[in-house]
């Protein structure tokens, strides 16, 4: 693939035919500030936070849809290009509300990491109030604020580029644009899965989990990676801990099979942890009630039965049944059981049924 020069801050650095300044930037390690962009998703140029100045150019360029071309010079934080940030995010400001104190992504909101590091402030003229009411979507996983919204449109492209969905879209013009599920319906009347995708591409409080409300804070929290049981596909996330309890599922964006993506159970499906009836120690019967077990005895036991069985009614008269909440090497070992050792190829599998 051919390659082209040009400079960026004073440093000429090499970038393929092709690759954005953005893109180029981020590969030579030159940080430009971004809102809007999202390396899963098709660049907009919506937000203008990532504006740079290109010598001889009479306007300031969004840096994620500006194709690097040979021979260009670029400025990254001239007075031009910071003065323009800064009065982008004060914009966004003025029609934001100002709950930072209380509001859940306090300390992870990326229009707040960049208010302070421009140290931009609500202007003078004042802040809009709210416009929206708050949490009105039935969703029963995502909440919903779009007093926060900052019309970056990375929702509505989460659930098109990666879910496939379109539950959104963008309504009306001018200061009357919004953000809409559907024909400006509820969610799941537009088809939405509950897949939060939606919330995890949100870089305000705008979409958020519901689950999660009131519960804890980004450094408050500490991430535990995993991988999901429900299936077998090995999704993995990052379980947010608090207090020794779960608080919430966040998306892993290094995570090998999925990346960012996670289906509702993945996401939302991790109550049971905590839920009182769950077991947590072997049951054996006796009469007809249960009694807790050691595992010792609990296998023990299982042993016994099974060789009773297979000595009275021959090992065809024993069938096994996996399980897709396992690993492929627990499925295999499970297959090697009742074929090595019970004899029977009698052998299904749930996610079959």
Same mark, same amino acid.
Not at 5 to 29: H, K, M, N, P, S
Not at 35 to 52: A, E, F, K, Q, S
Not at 81 to 110: F, I, W, Y
Not at 344 to 349: A, E, Q
């Given at each position: 693939?051919?390659?082209?020069?040009?400079?960026?801050?004073?440093?000429?650095?090499?970038?393929?035919?092709?690759?954005?300044?953005?893109?180029?930037?981020?590969? &030579?390690?030159?940080?430009?500030?971004?809102?809007?962009?999202?390396?899963?998703?098709?660049?907009? %140029?919506?937000? #203008?936070?990532?504006?740079?100045?290109?010598?001889?150019? #009479?306007?300031?360029?969004?840096?994620?849809?500006?194709?690097?071309?040979?021979?260009?010079?670029?400025?990254?934080?001239?007075? +031009?290009?910071?003065?323009?940030? #800064?009065?982008?995010?004060?914009?966004?400001? &003025?029609?934001?509300?100002?709950?930072?104190?209380?509001?859940?992504?306090?300390?992870?909101?990326?229009?707040?990491?960049?208010?302070?590091?421009?140290?931009?402030?609500?202007? /003078?003229?004042? /802040?809009?109030?709210? +416009?929206?009411?708050? !949490?009105? !979507?039935?969703?029963?996983?995502?909440?919903?604020?779009?007093?926060?919204?900052?019309?970056?449109?990375?929702?509505?492209?989460?659930?098109?580029?990666?879910?496939? +969905?379109?539950?959104?879209?963008?309504?009306?013009?001018?200061?009357?644009?919004? $953000?809409?599920?559907?024909?400006?319906?509820?969610?799941?009347? &537009?088809?939405?899965?509950?897949?939060?995708?939606?919330?995890?591409?949100?870089?305000?409080? &705008?979409?958020? !989990?519901?689950?999660?409300?009131?519960?804890?804070?980004?450094?408050?929290?500490?991430?535990?990676?995993?991988?999901?049981?429900?299936?077998?596909?090995?999704?993995?996330?990052?379980?947010?801990?608090?207090?020794?309890? $779960?608080?919430?599922?966040?998306?892993?964006?290094?995570?090998?099979?999925?990346?960012?993506?996670?289906?509702?159970?993945?996401?939302?499906?991790?109550?049971?942890?905590?839920?009182?009836?769950?077991?947590?120690?072997?049951?054996?019967?006796? %009469?007809?009630?249960?009694?807790?077990?050691?595992?010792?005895?609990?296998?023990?036991?299982?042993? /016994? +039965?099974?060789?009773?069985?297979?000595?009275?009614?021959?090992?065809? /008269?024993?069938?096994?049944?996996?399980?897709?909440?396992?690993?492929?090497?627990?499925?295999?070992? $499970?297959?090697?059981?009742?074929?090595?050792?019970?004899?029977?190829?009698?052998?299904?599998?749930?996610?079959?049924?």
């Amino acid at each position: 693939m051919a390659t082209i020069d040009f400079t960026i801050d004073g440093r000429t650095i090499q970038a393929e035919e092709g690759q954005t300044i953005l893109e180029a930037a981020q590969v &030579a390690g030159i940080r430009i500030p971004t809102l809007c962009y999202h390396r899963d998703l098709t660049p907009t %140029g919506n937000c #203008r936070i990532c504006v740079v100045e290109i010598e001889g150019q #009479r306007f300031l360029q969004a840096a994620c849809v500006t194709p690097a071309a040979n021979g260009i010079v670029v400025h990254t934080a001239s007075e +031009r290009v910071v003065k323009s940030r #800064r009065k982008t995010l004060e914009l966004m400001l &003025a029609n934001h509300p100002q709950d930072c104190l209380t509001c859940d992504l306090g300390g992870s909101c990326e229009l707040q990491d960049l208010a302070y590091e421009y140290q931009v402030e609500v202007p /003078s003229w004042g /802040s809009k109030g709210t +416009r929206y009411e708050v !949490d009105s !979507d039935p969703n029963p996983f995502v909440r919903v604020d779009f007093n926060k919204c900052i019309l970056c449109r990375r929702c509505v492209q989460a659930c098109a580029e990666i879910q496939c +969905r379109d539950v959104w879209g963008v309504a009306y013009r001018g200061f009357d644009e919004e $953000i809409v599920a559907g024909a400006n319906t509820t969610m799941l009347d &537009a088809r939405c899965e509950s897949c939060g995708q939606c919330a995890a591409y949100c870089p305000t409080g &705008a979409l958020s !989990d519901k689950m999660a409300h009131g519960l804890g804070r980004a450094h408050q929290v500490t991430k535990v990676t995993t991988t999901c049981t429900y299936c077998g596909v090995g999704c993995q996330f990052d379980l947010n801990v608090m207090n020794d309890k $779960i608080i919430r599922v966040t998306s892993n964006p290094d995570a090998p099979a999925n990346g960012m993506a996670l289906c509702v159970k993945g996401r939302y499906g991790y109550d049971f942890i905590h839920h009182p009836d769950r077991l947590t120690k072997p049951l054996i019967r006796q %009469g007809d009630g249960f009694v807790e077990a050691s595992w010792d005895e609990a296998l023990d036991l299982i042993a /016994s +039965r099974l060789g009773q069985i297979k000595e009275e009614s021959g090992p065809n /008269s024993i069938a096994f049944l996996a399980s897709a909440k396992c690993t492929n090497e627990e499925n295999y070992l $499970i297959q090697k059981l009742a074929r090595a050792v019970i004899g029977t190829n009698n052998v299904d599998h749930c996610a079959r049924l």
